[in-house]
T-cell receptor, first 117, second 113 residues
Framework: GAVVSQHPSRVICKSGTSVKIECRSLDFQATTMFWYRQFPKKSLMLMATSNEGSKATYEQGVEKDKFLINHASLTLSTLTVTSAHPEDSSFYIC?????????????FGPGTRLTVT | QQQVKQSPQSLIVQKGGISIINCAYENTAFDYFPWYQQFPGKGPALLIAIRPDVSEKKEGRFTISFNKSAKQFSLHIMDSQPGDSATYFCAASGTSGTYKYIFGTGTRLKVLA
């Protein structure tokens, strides 16, 4: 149980285009989802926290108009990178917290590798 | 005060040896401390977690030792195996508000066959 999926696993897009990444909790309801960004050989950097049906809370320094987050249901959150630039290339990971286990446990997705050319 | 300091940055251990990774925090409001294992190109996977009401928790070859007064906690991997070679992250969170994690900087473990 407590499986989180991400789609796509890898995506290549051209500069200036937008790309959407989906995060789904497959077997539990996710009351909160988190989006992280990870650079090579670095730790996970929290970008934003989203609760179902409400606006996401962005961490300091993260552009909310560039990284659009939608948490439309208890099993789906999406991250849209708008007007992508090569510096947006990174490994994006989502996690979900919900009723699958301990209240403070997060279950992580497998990540999405974004390359902007 | 929101930082979690993790050491060492990298670690090389012989097969069968004990791997020890340490973390320290400052925020006394933290009360949940998970450890995650991450392989290259994959998402982090929960290994083991502890709360401050116990000083040690063991699951298989993995043990967390927790020192509340020193605000430190560590991961011990007993009988380390080459398959344990990965990056390990400690994290800390409070059980109120957003429950967001503060991650350590990571430790790259290599277990030699």
């Amino acid at each position: 149980g407590a499986v989180v999926s991400q789609h796509p696993s890898r995506v290549i897009c051209k500069s200036g285009t937008s790309v959407k990444i989906e995060c789904r909790s497959l077997d539990f309801q996710a009351t909160t989802m988190f989006w992280y960004r990870q650079f090579p050989k670095k730790s996970l950097m929290l970008m934003a926290t989203s609760n179902e049906g409400s606006k996401a809370t962005y961490e300091q320094g993260v552009e909310k108009d560039k990284f659009l987050i939608n948490h439309a249901s208890l099993t789906l959150s999406t991250l849209t990178v708008t007007s992508a630039h090569p510096e947006d290339s990174s490994f994006y990971i989502c996690s979900a917290r919900g009723r699958a286990g301990p209240i403070d446990e997060q279950y992580f997705g497998p990540g999405t590798r974004l390359t902007v050319t | 005060q929101q930082q979690v300091k993790q050491s060492p940055q990298s670690l090389i251990v012989q097969k069968g040896g004990i791997s020890i990774i340490n973390c320290a925090y400052e925020n006394t409001a933290f009360d949940y401390f998970p450890w995650y294992q991450q392989f290259p190109g994959k998402g982090p996977a929960l290994l083991i977690a502890i709360r401050p009401d116990v000083s040690e928790k063991k699951e298989g070859r993995f043990t967390i030792s927790f020192n509340k007064s020193a605000k430190q906690f560590s991961l011990h991997i007993m009988d380390s195996q080459p398959g344990d070679s990965a990056t390990y992250f400690c994290a800390a969170s409070g059980t109120s508000g957003t429950y967001k994690y503060i991650f350590g900087t990571g430790t790259r473990l290599k277990v030699l066959a």
